[in-house]
Nanobody, 122 residues
Framework: QVQLVESGGGLVQAGGSLRLACAAS????????MGWFRQAPGKEREFVAAINWSASRTYYPDSVKGRFTISRDSDKNTVYLQMNNLLPEDTAVYYCAHAPTTVHLPTSPSSWGQGTQVPVSS
């Protein structure tokens, strides 16, 4: 099992930016994928971004394309989510996730972080 710890969340105004970080430790598999989900109160958790470590591929849903960017620092075993032009609808708890591949990640992550709060004020 991989342990994931998120950081960087906090209050931001609409139009502003935040950079989230997720540090991974434990039993990390070769060719794994990491990514981000978010969940607003009373709503389903939704996929936000994914990155393939071995191929450097990235994936986003249409709702965040052009605004969010996922990246990684392999030396630090850390994945980042740069969020620009934030909207009030982006308000949620953001969770880091790990999966064997980017195909698995949107629907069946194997590990989750504890979450970090991102309130976006209008």
């Amino acid at each position: 099992q991989v342990q994931l710890v998120e950081s960087g969340g906090g209050l931001v105004q609409a139009g502003g930016s935040l950079r989230l970080a997720c540090a991974a430790s434990g039993r990390t598999l070769s060719g794994y994928a990491m990514g981000w989900f978010r969940q607003a109160p009373g709503k389903e958790r939704e996929f936000v971004a994914a990155i393939n470590w071995s191929a450097s591929r990235t994936y986003y849903p249409d709702s965040v394309k052009g605004r969010f960017t996922i990246s990684r620092d392999s030396d630090k075993n850390t994945v980042y989510l740069q969020m620009n032009n934030l909207l009030p609808e982006d308000t949620a708890v953001y969770y880091c996730a790990h999966a064997p591949t980017t195909v698995h990640l949107p629907t069946s992550p194997s590990s989750w972080g504890q979450g970090t709060q991102v309130p976006v004020s209008s």
